[in-house]
């Protein structure tokens, strides 16, 4: 029904047909102004209605209703109106289960484009339900669905503790001179403070702040902890160094992801009628934060970088690429994926359960291994090259912790996702680093 149509008679019309069909599944479309009215509030609460969000349109009107009244809702998939009659039966079955496996899908719909036969549809629909019987789905009561009659959410004092350590963890990331036990008391007990009034008053802004907060300093965290502990920085370094602190700092990408992941644990980011709000800032921001780190914390000085035309195209192009992926994230953008990009994606996600993202396996993490063999052998040399490898290899790990921010995405897929990701891009970092070494050994002829 769409409520933002509908006058005072419309309203009585819409109940009185409500209540001759004692629907148990509801979708309201409706627009952030609309009030809705009493009779109607209380018609759902009464009749214990599951209500329905599309996924990727307005959710508002359901997000009012839920802060009035106790229902369950779910997620429903539903085929764009310009993509009816457009996918291949193979197309759909692959959407519907990726839908369902990936994105906390409660209820598919699969809409019949009045050119095809009837006996095509059904052929396809059983091949959807035989292909979403492996994911656990399958027909049943709309109060059975996926999301309908739960209420998940992580008890207040892990949600509480979590927040305190990333206070804490804040202040001697990016505050490490500072060794005042007292300090560390006095902001342990402010941090608890602060979280827990926030918990009480604003819970969902609370958890999107601490999410937030962790996605910012955990890369910040691994900058630092790679730079004092890798095992490309020791003098017993070994040639396979790089690939070693790849695989541990992606672990530990992977471990604050989890961390965040349980701080919106909740049904409503679960079934993304929430979601997490900082995304784009937490691609980006950390990388400001660890170019700060870079230039004054550490060896590479800005001095020492002797800038000429190649190297200001290369900046340009690095900030280039970073404006692209920023503006390319999220769900909705005007800079759409081509048609071989998008064939890639489908094979991937045809060979592989869960497909990985590009800015891991193909950029990240090959830079990254570049980034650990130069910064490892070289204190005063290839300071510019360190600097960009560093930058876009850190995109990889700060790609890894977004992942597990999609909280309607189950932790199994996003695992599996990352793991696949640094399954390639050490492929591929392997044949990054030949190049590297290819290339060192032509600079050392021309220099010696």
């Known amino acids: 029904m769409n409520i933002q149509l509908a006058g005072e008679d419309g309203y009585n019309k819409i109940l009185d047909h409500l209540k001759a069909l004692e629907p148990a599944f509801v979708i309201l479309r409706g627009v952030r102004e609309v009030t809705l009215p009493p009779d109607l509030l209380t018609w759902l609460d009464e009749n214990e209605v599951v209500l329905g969000t599309v996924e990727f349109r307005g959710r508002e009107t359901t997000q009012k209703l839920l802060e009035e009244k106790d229902l369950n809702w779910i ?3 539903r085929v764009f109106d310009k993509e009816v009659g457009t ?3 193979v197309e759909k079955e692959a959407r519907y289960e990726r839908a369902v496996r990936e994105r ?3 209820l598919i719909e699969y809409r019949l484009p009045l050119n095809t036969e009837l006996s095509t549809h059904v052929n396809v629909l059983n091949s959807i339900r035989n292909g979403l019987a492996g994911s656990g789905y399958r027909l049943g009561p709309i109060d059975e669905a996926r999301g309908a009659g739960t209420d998940l959410e992580s008890p207040l004092w892990l949600t509480l503790a979590l927040i305190v350590s990333i206070s804490v963890l804040a202040l001697r990331g990016l505050w490490p001179d500072r060794e005042s036990f007292y300090l560390l008391v006095f902001w342990t007990f402010v941090s608890a403070a602060i979280g827990f009034i926030g918990l009480k008053l604003y819970p969902t802004l609370a958890r999107q702040v601490a999410a937030l907060g962790l996605a910012v300093i955990a ?3 691994g900058y630092r902890s790679v730079r004092e502990y890798g095992f490309s920085f ?8 790089p690939f070693l602190d790849l695989i541990w700092l992606s672990g530990l990408s992977t471990f604050a992801g989890l961390v965040i992941s349980s701080l919106l644990l909740d049904q409503s980011f679960v079934l993304k009628l929430h979601q997490f709000r900082g995304v784009k800032v937490s691609l980006f921001f950390p990388l400001i934060l660890i170019l700060l780190f870079a230039l004054y914390r550490d060896r590479i000085r800005i001095s020492e970088i002797e800038l000429d035309f190649k190297k200001g195209f290369i900046g340009a192009a690095l900030l280039g690429l970073f404006l692209f992926l920023l503006l ?3 769900n909705f953008t005007f800079l759409r994926s081509g048609d071989l990009e998008e064939a890639i994606r489908r094979w991937l996600e045809n060979a592989l359960y869960a497909r990985p993202r590009f800015k891991e396996f193909v950029i990240g993490h090959p830079a990254l291994i570049g980034w650990f063999y130069l910064a490892g052998r070289y204190v005063k040399k290839f300071q510019f090259c360190k600097l960009a490898l560093l930058l876009v290899g850190f995109m990889g790990q700060i790609s890894i912790i977004n992942t ?5 995405t189950p932790v199994i897929i996003s695992l599996i996702r990352t793991g696949n990701g640094l399954a390639g891009g050490l492929i591929l970092g392997a044949i990054f680093l030949a190049v590297i070494l290819g290339g060192e050994y032509v600079w ?3 220099k010696g």
């Open 234 to 241: 020791t003098d017993d370094r070994s040639p396979v160094s």
């Open 104 to 106: 906390n899908i409660g």
């Open 219 to 221: 890369p910040v965290i």
């Open 75 to 77: 997620r429903l998939h």
């Open 328 to 330: 390319r994230s999220g």
């Open 404 to 408: 597990f921010a999609h909280v309607h």
């Open 87 to 89: 996918l291949t039966p």
């Open 444 to 446: 050392n002829l021309r």
